[in-house]
């Protein structure tokens, strides 16, 4: 046998990860440090074994079995092995109940947690974003007996008790215009609300619960005439016959997250609030699950640089390890830059959020979370792709082959622009935000204020000269 060349190996992702380390280091009192470090380790342990798994395990898809042997409609769902770990291990590591504790690092804790966790986890982060951001949704509403009913669910510690909830816009005729909702709701005689419709992409369609948006009967059309309503998709251990999953997706990346096609035929539910003016309820839902994206696309960058890295001090090339060739070090440092800006700005994010919760936040980080939130999601998506694309070329032709494990690094990247909001849709709402409560001039005071530790003055003055068109700009507007 001739020369073999060894896999590239996954440093800790958490003691490993000297920028994640310096953000804690920086924000967190020691007191705070000891609970979140454990839970840290441990889910980087996690993502460790899950990396070394990853190169034995060919399964990688869930399967819809829909119909049992006597004939019987079932719909049943059998999941993937990090997915079956994923509730065990996440109310362990209280993922999502550490967002919602009454402390202004509560979200950075969260957000801690689910970047050395996502890709292990298979995309089941994507149903925890939902359920995150149900649970902030519902939280906004005020409404009392779901907030009751459904929070001790979505945030509890107890695999036993935990819920997943579904976030259901997305239909045939409205994904971003989701003012064309086909979807309807009607009261029965007794009171109870109940849809019927199609929803498009279901991706926590195993979930207990979602959050739907439907049009009561008779409203009319249009976004104002939404409604948001609750909704539980379980009787027991069974689902509920009025919810049909019509099929699995067959998917570029995300293969094991299951987004179903599924028909809605009387499934009882809850209006949260009123019944118009639903996109304006679920707005706090979107926003969460638009930071969840940009810290999950920059989880999926620092995956794709920490085995490049490693595989550039394995590999050797024209007489020495790639890491050794000047121009491939050039390139590592030129995604290393890219990727050191992308965690900035979906952590700054991430640290906003807290403090916009626990109401500590001046009236300046309010509009420029707002500002900020799809600007990160848009900016992080777009970079993940092209990061990881540029990391797969490091692999030389490995990076292209399948059981390598690097592909999926790539397929997976490109959701991060297209759900929860493509490019050109964000884009948009970020003109919103800067129309609507002056987030551009409070954006403007954060980023001077960073300017004003910053050393390199060339930068400086580029950043300045291009603050200054952009309020030329908007004044023109
Ligand atoms: C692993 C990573 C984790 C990520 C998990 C992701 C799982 C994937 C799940 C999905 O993809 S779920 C589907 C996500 N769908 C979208 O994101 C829809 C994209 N389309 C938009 O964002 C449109 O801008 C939107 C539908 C929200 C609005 O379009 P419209 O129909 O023109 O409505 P309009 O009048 O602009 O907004 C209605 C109200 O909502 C307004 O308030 P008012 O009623 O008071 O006038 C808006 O100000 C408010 N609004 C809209 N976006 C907002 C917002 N308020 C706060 N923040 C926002 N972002
Ligand atoms: P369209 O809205 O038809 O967009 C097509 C193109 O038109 C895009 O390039 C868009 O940028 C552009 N465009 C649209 N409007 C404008 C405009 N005003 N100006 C400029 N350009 C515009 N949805 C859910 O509700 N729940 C889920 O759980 C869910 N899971 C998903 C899982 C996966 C894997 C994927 C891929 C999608 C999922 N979605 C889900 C759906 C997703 O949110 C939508 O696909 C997305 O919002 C885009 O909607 P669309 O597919 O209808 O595209």
Known sequence: MGFLQDAPQLAHPHRNDRLLLALLDRVFPSKRRAALDADLDALGDYAQMAWERSGRSTRRKPVLTQWDAWGRRVDRIELTTAWTEGPHLTTRHAVLAAGHENHEHARLEEFARVYVYHIASEFYTCPLAMTDGAATALKASGNPSLIERALPHFLSRDPNHFWLSGQWM????????????????RQDADGQWRLYGRKWFSSAVVGEAALALARPEGAGTGTAAL?????????????????????????????????????????????VSELAHGVRQVAPMLNVTRTWNAICAVASMARAIALVRDYASRRQAFGRTLIEQPLHAQTLADMQAEFEGAFALAFEVAYLLGRVEQKVATLQETASLRLLTPLAKLWTGKMAVSLCSEALECFGGAGYIEDTGLPQLLRDAQVYAIWEGTTNVLSLDSLRALAGNNSFAALRKVITGWLGEAHNAQASFAIHAALDAAATHMDAQ
């Open 170 to 185: 997305t239909e045939n005729a409205g994904g971003s215009d989701v003012g064309n909702t086909e979807t309807v709701a």
């Open 227 to 271: 409604a948001l309503f609750y909704v539980e998709t379980m009787n027991g251990t069974e689902r509920k016959p009025e919810l049909i999953i019509d099929r699995l997706k067959d998917k570029l990346g995300t293969h094991e997250l299951p987004t179903a096609e599924i028909h809605l035929d009387g499934l009882p539910a809850t209006p």
